[in-house]
């Protein structure tokens, strides 16, 4: 079903009632589905104290806010309108007089509701659900309705997401890689002893425990549960319950994990693929389990290719992700040779083809097409114990970090540890930092995205001016274009044979060069076939290797270029990434300045001055790289 849809409860008797589902208990109810249809909740507004009218107001208004085409698409997002609802009911019913009907409602409720709540982080959202759910409620009157349609209060300042630094984030993945590898031997294990049992390479004989071992572990793997039995007698008569011998062998949750991922090892799997491919958490939790072999099955590096659905990017929703056997290099251990090449914890293809053999069997029993899959004991809406798909608000993954011990690097004041929360979005956004690319994201996106960080100020600018230095020493110590001076140039219409042997050349190739006959962008070339990119064929690199290049020399009819695509470089030092344009542009603008140092102040002035329309058009269409060999 689509997004927004109601249906009936499936039992009770329900009937139809203003989009809402009205039980033989009384309760009203609304369910609404995931925009794939695959979830859904119920949002009970009976539990509402407002008065009948105003609560079937409000509920009416919630349809319509959580329908088809009205711009959320998430159960998370439904479950923030619900709760800014419940929240203003409460406000509402602590009220000497509260309202009873909608045409009751004034700005002084709203304006009193945020009063109420401004000292809690989350009040600025709950203000802007409840706008926006308020604007659709029907019978409000014309002030309420301009209170409404005015600007909201401005929001406090505190403090951005916080990413993780480097070092957590490993430990993060290492402790993930651990459970992970940890139910790979466990399963893969229990699947060896119940084949050679099913085969008839494995008896019990006499021993009792052992073949109600092995019949358990059939069990499990035919139902993913443990065998069970009805209470007939008592006040819990019709309960249904364990056999009393399973307890021999452990806990329920602990003998279905003997085949079956749990649930938190499926959020292992999770954090594991947010920290290799720093990919949404919604999608990382609805990866499919489908997916496409690109590499054939041929031995060479694997590649999988894997359907993936945002949905909030409306018609660019739809979107493949590549997992390539290729070691990640943050994943990388500081020791890599301990390990296998082919391990399969430190590459996304090797985490993605793991994670769907160990929850094939899941996945058979549960049905669907999601790739995390797990054994929970209790929970899934009142459906009780069993295998499901992590759910889209899963806490699992938070509580898995605290049965980590997760501790942040810095301790607090008092030298104390602080416990570090783990949240797929925080790993997204340390993927994004580390990698400074985006993921899902335009670049505009990415780069308001990043902004909003705080966690890694600090080391991102370590990294920027680690890579300002490593790049301008790479600049300079592959030495530097030669230089002819004026001097140069007027002797050698003189004594060219002369100032043809000072400068490696023959007097014919000098002529040319002075004449404008050789000139690329920056400098001029003495022979484009012989320089040390690929000799023997017409140079194929940019022009700003010339910078480098020992075929190359620049005159003084070159400085005007060499100005403005060192002034150009500048500017863009202020528009760019730093990390990028350190990595791109830091050697080259060395280069130039150096280069530039070679003339006086006054020569350098005057070809800034003396810069013609041409040779800005040029440097425009050299720094756009469009005159770069496609």
Not at 179 to 188: E, F, G, P, S, Y
Not at 241 to 246: D, L, N, P, S
Not at 367 to 396: D, F, K
Request: aromatic residues 6%; charged residues 25%.
């Amino acid at each position: 079903m689509s997004r927004g849809r109601r249906a009936a409860l499936p039992t009770g008797g329900p009937r139809t009632r203003r989009g809402s589902l009205e039980g033989d208990d009384g309760r009203l109810v609304v369910r609404c589905f995931s925009q794939d249809g695959e979830e859904w909740k119920d949002y009970d507004f009976s539990r509402l104290g407002v008065a009948e009218t105003l609560r079937e107001a409000l509920m009416g208004a919630f349809v319509k806010r959580t329908a088809p085409g009205a711009g959320r698409t998430s159960l998370e997002s439904f479950g923030k309108i619900y709760s800014a609802v419940v929240v203003f009911d409460r406000y509402l019913a602590a009220l000497a007089w509260p309202p009873t009907q909608a045409s009751h409602l004034a700005p002084e409720h709203y304006d009193g509701f945020y009063e109420s709540r401004r000292h809690i982080k989350s009040s600025p959202t709950e203000l802007l659900e409840l706008r926006n759910l308020l604007v659709r409620v029907e019978g409000i009157t014309d002030a309420m309705a301009g209170r409404l349609a005015g600007p909201l209060p401005k929001r406090p300042q505190y403090e951005g997401k916080k990413s993780y630094s480097r070092a957590e984030l490993k430990r993060i993945g290492d402790l993930a890689r651990a459970d992970l590898r940890a139910a790979a031997k466990r399963i893969r294990d229990n699947r060896e002893v119940l084949r050679r049992f099913r085969e008839g390479e494995l008896e019990a004989g006499e021993d009792r425990r052992l073949a109600r071992r092995l019949h358990l572990l059939d069990w499990v793997d035919r139902f993913a549960d443990v065998p069970r039995k009805t209470r007939t007698t008592g006040q819990t008569a019709g309960m249904v319950e364990k056999q009393a011998w399973i307890k021999k062998f452990g806990s329920v949750h602990e003998i279905v994990s003997w085949l079956h991922l749990t649930v938190a090892e499926t959020a292992a799997g999770a954090v594991l693929l947010g920290v290799m491919t720093g990919e949404n958490p919604d999608v990382i939790l609805k990866t499919p389990a489908a997916h496409h072999r690109a590499d054939g099955h041929t031995g060479a590096p694997g590649t999988a290719i894997v359907d993936l659905r945002k949905l909030r990017r409306g018609r660019r929703a739809y979107m493949n992700l590549a997992l390539a056997e290729v070691p990640d290099w943050i994943s990388v251990p500081a020791a890599p040779e301990v390990i296998s090449a082919r391990d399969e914890l430190h590459t996304p293809f090797g985490l993605y083809v793991l994670l769907h053999e160990l929850t094939a069997r899941s996945r058979a029993m549960f049905g669907g097409s999601r790739l995390l899959v797990g054994y929970s004991a209790a929970g899934g809406q009142g459906t009780g114990r069993g295998v499901r798909p992590m759910s889209e608000n899963s806490l699992h993954v938070s509580r898995l970090g605290q049965a980590w011990g997760l501790t942040a690097e810095k301790p607090d004041e008092k030298g104390k540890p602080v416990p570090l929360p783990l949240r797929l979005d925080l790993i997204r956004l340390t993927y994004i930092e580390l990698h400074q690319k985006p993921v899902a994201h335009t670049e505009t996106t990415a780069a308001t995205y990043m902004l909003r960080n705080r966690g890694n100020i600090t080391e991102y600018r370590k990294v920027v001016a680690d890579a300002l230095t490593t790049e301008v020493a790479k600049a300079r110590a592959r030495g530097a274009v030669a230089v002819m001076s004026a001097d140069d140039v007027e002797r050698a219409r003189t004594d060219p044979e002369a100032v043809a042997a000072e400068q490696g050349l023959d007097a014919a190739t000098l002529k040319r060069m002075i004449a404008g006959e050789l000139d690329t962008v920056l400098a001029s070339c003495k022979d484009n076939t012989a320089g040390p990119h690929n000799p023997g064929e017409p140079c194929r690199a940019s022009f700003m290797q010339c910078l480098d290049c020992e075929c190359a020399r620049a005159l003084p009819q070159h400085l005007p270029v060499q100005v403005l695509v060192h002034d150009r470089l500048a500017e863009r030092h202020e528009q760019m990434d730093p990390l990028q344009w350190a990595t791109r542009f830091a050697g080259p603008q060395a280069q130039l300045a150096d280069l530039l140092d070679q003339h006086d102040e006054v020569a350098v002035a005057d070809a800034r001055q003396g810069a013609t329309a041409a040779d800005q058009a040029m440097v425009d269409r050299f720094l756009n790289r469009e005159l770069d060999l496609r």
